[in-house]
């Protein structure tokens, strides 16, 4: 079956430009989630959605950062006023969160967004 | 909040030889620790996983051993191969039902031929 995907695959942007990303999750699946991976290294998570929940945003690093999702359907990550320092590859994940179950944790990722801002 | 810690930052092996990555972790509540493998240009893709109350996880070539009172966790890659090169990645969710993970920075693990 399909995977998560995700558009563009990369992305070069000016500094100060908005920049809209975007991921479709496996079908079926409850919980998206938004991370950011600088180069060489680890996954920052950004966001979190489950299904009709309100999302937790603990993670994003300014009011710069925005993200919505429609139902449990496809998320956009909105990043206003690009710096420099947003450079990074943005990747997208989704799993079957049964929330209190302890049912499944395994979370899909999509191949990612390069974003470059110049 | 939880911290992950991971080591060796690089590590390069003969093919055939075993492979070890270590993860320590700070936050006592975590109770889940997947093991991430990315290759150049995709996604991370799960590859092991084990549960605060399982000591040790075995799927063929790969194990994951944990070690609670010690906070810490280790990958073991036996008769590694050339297609195993690729970007590891440990994690820890310090919640309960909400999977968010706490990423280490990740072995860059090199099989040579």
């Known amino acids: 079956g399909a995977g998560v995907s995700q558009s563009p695959s990369n992305k070069v942007t000016e500094k100060g430009k908005d920049v809209e990303l975007r991921c479709d999750p496996i079908s079926g699946h409850t919980a998206l989630y938004w991370y950011r991976q600088r180069l060489g290294q680890g996954l920052e998570f950004l966001i979190y959605?489950?299904?009709?929940?309100?999302?937790?945003k603990s993670g994003l690093p300014s009011d710069r950062f925005s993200a919505e999702r429609t139902g449990e359907s496809v998320s956009t990550l909105t990043i206003q006023r690009t710096q420099q320092e947003d450079s990074a590859v943005y990747l997208c994940?989704?799993?079957?969160?049964?929330?209190?179950?302890?049912?499944?944790?395994?979370?899909?990722f999509g191949p990612g967004t390069r974003l470059t801002v110049t | 909040g939880e911290n992950v810690e991971q080591h060796p930052s690089t590590l390069s092996v003969q093919e055939g030889d075993s492979a070890v990555i270590k993860c320590t972790y700070s936050?006592?509540?975590?109770?889940?620790f997947p093991w991430y493998k990315q290759e150049l240009g995709k996604g991370p893709q799960l590859i092991i996983d084990?549960?605060?109350?399982?000591g040790e996880k075995k799927d063929q070539r790969i194990a994951v051993t944990l070690n609670k009172t010690a906070k810490h966790f280790s990958l073991h890659i036996t008769e590694t191969q050339p297609e195993d090169s690729a970007v590891y990645f440990c994690?820890?969710?310090?919640?309960?039902?909400?999977?968010?993970?706490?990423f280490g920075t990740g072995t860059r693990l090199l099989v040579s031929p």
């Open positions: 936050d006592s509540a975590s109770n889940y």
């Open positions: 994690a820890a969710s310090p919640y309960t039902g909400f999977q968010k993970l706490v």
């Open positions: 084990i549960r605060s109350n399982v």
């Open positions: 959605f489950q299904g009709n929940s309100a999302p937790d």
């Open positions: 994940a989704s799993s079957r969160d049964l929330l209190g179950t302890l049912t499944s944790y395994e979370q899909y």
